[in-house]
């Protein structure tokens, strides 16, 4: 990464900081059964990362929930084989601020529609991910246990040394279907 970029993502990481909400604990912990729109950020950047949310995608509308999707490319344009659907979008470098933060007015309805759960499939700190995180509208957040995780997550999962998205979900949905069982 260019001395530029450094730059950028540091000066993008001290205005996220300072204007993204902080996610509360506060907030009561869903059930799994109570969710029904479900909201996933992940990163678009490789052929392998898309066929595990799309099998996180399947079992979730399986389940009975709706889910939309927003993936982050890494480029100045979205490639070819990236297709937009009315559940499924992207946002990419041309979509983001000089600091590296999503500029809003450019992203879809994915940041203000208001989800009962986000989950944060990724394992990369990059900051427009994490910026997104922040940006969500969710009634409760999930995410890889990341730093400052916290941040944007109202509940972290460590995956130890397995970083596959699909294990990374279904411990979400693990933990989600035993937390507040009657």
Do not use: C
């Amino acid at each position: 990464m260019s001395l530029i970029e450094n730059f950028k993502n540091y000066v993008g990481r001290i205005f996220l900081k300072k204007s993204g909400p902080i996610k509360s604990s506060q907030r009561g912990i869903p059930t799994f059964d109570s969710v029904t729109e479900i909201g996933i950020i992940y990163h678009a950047g490789s052929a392998a990362n898309e066929e595990q949310i799309n099998r996180v995608v399947h079992y979730l509308r399986d389940q009975g929930k709706k889910v939309w999707t927003m993936g982050f490319v890494n480029a100045n344009t979205l490639p070819n084989n990236k297709k937009f659907h009315i559940s499924s979008e992207y946002f990419w470098k041309e979509k983001l601020t000089w600091y590296n933060l999503p500029d809003t007015s450019k992203i879809g309805n994915f940041v203000t529609h208001r989800f009962d759960l986000l989950l944060n499939l990724y394992f990369e700190g990059d900051l427009p991910l994490l910026a997104m995180s922040s940006y969500t509208q969710s009634a409760y957040s999930m995410g890889a246990n990341l730093p400052d995780a916290l941040r944007y997550n109202d509940t972290i999962i460590d995956t130890g040394s397995e970083h596959s998205i699909q294990n990374l979900a279904s411990q979400m949905v693990h933990y989600l279907k035993v937390i507040n069982q009657k």
